[in-house]
């Protein structure tokens, strides 16, 4: 049964780190490390998988987080970290971004990047790639940005610019010809190819075993965590 995009929210105030991260330096990369290993900022937003109903997270164990491929920059910084999460051709694809903040701060979604995904610009070789931004409202920051990769049959309202909600349907899981780009030789191979990036220092995924099945509400990351480096676990 679907829940309501209003639980996509962290609700533990646990999650929330002393008042000092507030000061982060707005740099991304280049600052120094930071003494705490798993550090999180006074408001996260959770990342959840980019398909609606039931996925599996890295289904042959060969795009963990800690090492798969990054392919896209924003803010002129290469994406913190990327997964596959695989589903049969024809699943809706939504976007990953929580509704609320782990402060309980409304969260705002627009879209920033539609593109093919593959060098190519074929979008027989690879499908569409959709950049997703997220603000949190309470404090007008930007908080992170996902790109959602492979999407097939995009609706053209799902263009720069555009708004979207927790199911927001930006497309459904296809099934593209192979090639350096794909290379999927079957349905079950089927799968959004996603990436993630803080605006300001790294986010973090949750480390799980491969051919882990996930939910709707499946937290599989956050940014707006103070994390040291890139492909790093929360």
């Keep these: 049964m679907r ?11 646990g999650l929330l780190a002393s008042a000092s991260l507030l000061a982060a330096p707005a740099a991304h990369a280049q600052e120094a490390p930071q003494p705490q290993a ?21 289904r042959f164990g060969q795009t963990s987080p800690s090492s798969h491929h990054r392919v ?4 002129g910084y290469l994406n913190d970290w990327s997964v596959d999460i695989y589903q049969n051709p024809g699943a809706t694809v939504v976007s990953p971004f929580g509704s609320k903040t782990s402060a309980g701060g ?8 539609v593109t093919p995904g ?16 997220a603000r949190d409202d309470s404090t007008g920051t930007v908080v992170g940005r996902a790109d959602v990769m492979h999407v097939d049959q995009k609706p053209g309202s799902i263009a720069v610019g555009a708004t979207v ?5 930006l497309g459904q899981t296809g099934r593209f010809r192979y090639s350096s780009c794909y290379q999927v030789n079957g349905d079950t191979g089927a799968h959004i190819h996603l990436e993630v ?17 996930l939910g709707d509400e499946t937290v599989i990351g956050r940014v707006g965590t103070l994390n040291s480096g890139p492909q790093q676990a929360c």
Excluded at 3 to 13: C, E, I, M, S
Aim: aromatic share 10%.
């Design 3 to 13: 829940l309501l995009a209003a639980a996509r929210h962290v609700l533990a105030t």
């Design 38 to 58: 798993r550090p999180l900022a006074a408001a996260t937003v959770s990342v959840y998988p980019p398909i609606q109903g039931a996925s599996v997270w890295n």
């Design 72 to 75: 896209f920059s924003n803010w």
């Design 106 to 113: 409304p969260v705002t979604v627009r879209v920033v990047t």
């Design 118 to 133: 593959c060098a190519t610009g074929n979008l027989a070789d690879g499908g569409w790639r959709i950049g997703l931004e």
């Design 165 to 169: 909600g927790p199911w927001t349907r």
């Design 197 to 213: 990036i803080n605006r300001t220092k790294y986010s973090c995924y949750i480390a799980r075993s491969a051919g882990a099945g």
